[in-house]
T-cell receptor
């Protein structure tokens, strides 16, 4: 266990479904992140939250909607996804947004869009 | 802008061989941090090492060693006497000391065969 917990571990959803990914950390970290990892592609930063405020959104399609209700929890709400959105979605946390001390990652949610 | 290049996409070795994973980075910052992460089949990225740009001393941790060469902008990772459990994807990453986010390389998949 890394201290960052993601649920569910696996998710299969249809293109018309709405689902949410959950990430939880109790490390006392102040920043949380969503990354997308597709086959044969580098890790793509999707969203960054620092002290519960969104700091960066790297032009992610609006069908992905993040939510950070407190410093320990991060959600990624999904709706009307496309098959190309199938990927491993990784959550991470760090003591500071620059990640100077490194990131702690969860095990990811393997998402399949059918 | 920052960039991290891991030119080796896949490496296959036989157990007990030594293997070096290359990492070359680009940054305009004078102060920055370099990292290596391991991603086993379970999915989570596991932090291995953090090195700041002012510390060029090489580091050894058990079978792992890291060679930081600022003159060539490289931060290579060597596994001595590789084991099957070392099979994973390894990521090199860069964090500038300017509040920007962690930038990952494309990763190197290491396969250690018995």
């Amino acid at each position: 266990e890394t201290g960052v917990t993601q649920t569910p571990r696996h998710l299969v959803m249809g293109m018309t479904n709405k689902k949410s990914l959950k990430c939880e950390q109790h490390l006392g970290h102040n920043a949380m992140y969503w990354y997308k990892q597709s086959a044969k592609k580098p890790l793509e930063l999707m969203f960054v939250y620092s002290l519960e405020e969104r700091v960066e959104n790297n032009s992610v399609p609006s069908r992905f909607s993040p939510e950070c209700p407190n410093s320990s929890h991060l959600f990624l709400h999904l709706h009307t996804l496309q098959p190309e959105d199938s990927a491993l979605y990784l959550c991470a946390s760090s003591q500071d947004p620059a990640g100077v001390w490194g990131y702690t990652f969860g095990s990811g949610t393997r998402l399949t869009v059918v | 802008a920052q960039k991290v290049t891991q030119a080796q996409t896949e490496i296959s070795v036989v157990e007990k061989e030594d293997v070096t994973l290359d990492c070359v980075y680009e940054t305009r910052d004078t102060t920055y941090y370099l990292f290596w992460y391991k991603q086993p089949p379970s999915g989570e990225l596991v932090f291995l090492i953090r090195r700041n740009s002012f510390d060029e001393q090489n580091e050894i941790s058990g079978r792992y060693s890291w060679n930081f060469q600022k003159s060539t902008s490289s931060f290579n990772f060597t596994i001595t006497a590789s084991q099957v459990v070392d099979s994973a994807v390894y990521f090199c990453a860069l964090s500038p000391n300017a509040g920007n986010m962690l930038t990952f390389g494309g990763g190197t998949r290491l396969m250690v065969k018995p």
